[in-house]
């Protein structure tokens, strides 16, 4: 079995300092707050290269906290793509605004910038670009376009964390950035985690705020506030994968580039295109094949333990079938689901084992009709 993700090899990297810290942890039962956690946020901050971060219980309480410390909510339009994870649109909503849906590139699956400049408007007050895959997407595109309506960008970095474009680290682009660090994330806690990012002291100050029930000091509530912080236990874990998160990211790139290799003579496979100027952190290896369940059996049937990100665009879920997006509103989107195959990768992946997904995708393009 080849899993889609190994969590146990990169533990193995770790156990002995995250045993370490976690005992001295254990010692001083501060599990809430305490020095590891104003470390980690200081140590993220400094890889990103942005001022402030202000770790949280998870990715979407960061995008929502973003969103509310921006002072958005009833009545507001974010803008994001209609490929995404449901978080993204989920932490628009819980914040009260209206997500407002773009179609996406059909090279690259990332929001469609050209219909962005389609979509925003008087109402928007948000951007989120989603750095989909672990690629950047074009802020420097994306930017201006929402500066055109006075509306803030609020990167979505959960997948992405390392990825540069033109040699700046997603997260520092935006007014603020939100990120993950759910366990499968290329950096990933024991457990839920997230992070708000942000160049704004201003902001910084608010998410800190509203993370801890509104509440600047024990006993006082100038503001109605959340209960999402991230644990102590977790903050160990992160630092000490933080120092390795390089070492990872370019071992990722390696698995990348092989699988190019492998795979370059399969016509039915559409391999991932990387946007110039972009140096990507590959959370997922997405390619894309005709009759995808069939291809996606036979993969599983053979050991292999690919996924799809995602098969159902977010106008076609229940959960924002409110919006009143049928089939046919956002077409690249919708295709691209039905198409879109995660390959496993994973820093410690070998050689062998992409050698026996090439084969065994090989197989199965092979054996579905087109
Ligand atoms: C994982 C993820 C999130 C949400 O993170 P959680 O920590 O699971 O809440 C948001 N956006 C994207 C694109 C993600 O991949």
Known sequence: MIPLVDLAAQHDQVADEVAQGWTEVLKTTA???GKQVAAFEGEFAAYLGVPHCVAVGNGTDAIELGLRALGIGPGDECVLPANTFVATAEAVARAGAKPVLVDCDDDTALLDVDKL???????????LPVHLYGQAAPVERITPIAESVGAAVLEDA??????????????????????SFYPGKNLGAYGDGGAVVTTRADL???VRLLREHGSPAKYEHPVLGFNSRLDTLQAVVLSAKLRRLETWNAARREAAARYEELLA???????????EGNLPVWHLYVVRVPRRAEVLASLHEAGIGAGVHYPVPVHLTGAFASLGHGPGSFPVAERAAGELLSLPLFPEITVGQQERVADALRKAVERTPR
Do not use: N, W, Y
């Open 117 to 127: 400049a389609e979509v925003v408007g008087p109402r928007t007050k948000a951007v």
């Open 31 to 33: 599990f809430i707050g």
């Open 265 to 275: 003579d399969l016509p039915q496979v559409r391999r991932p295109v990387v946007l």
């Open 158 to 179: 959960a997948q992405a964390q390392g990825a540069r474009r033109h040699g700046r680290c997603v997260g520092s682009f935006g007014d603020v950035a939100a990120t």
């Open 204 to 206: 910084a100050l608010k």
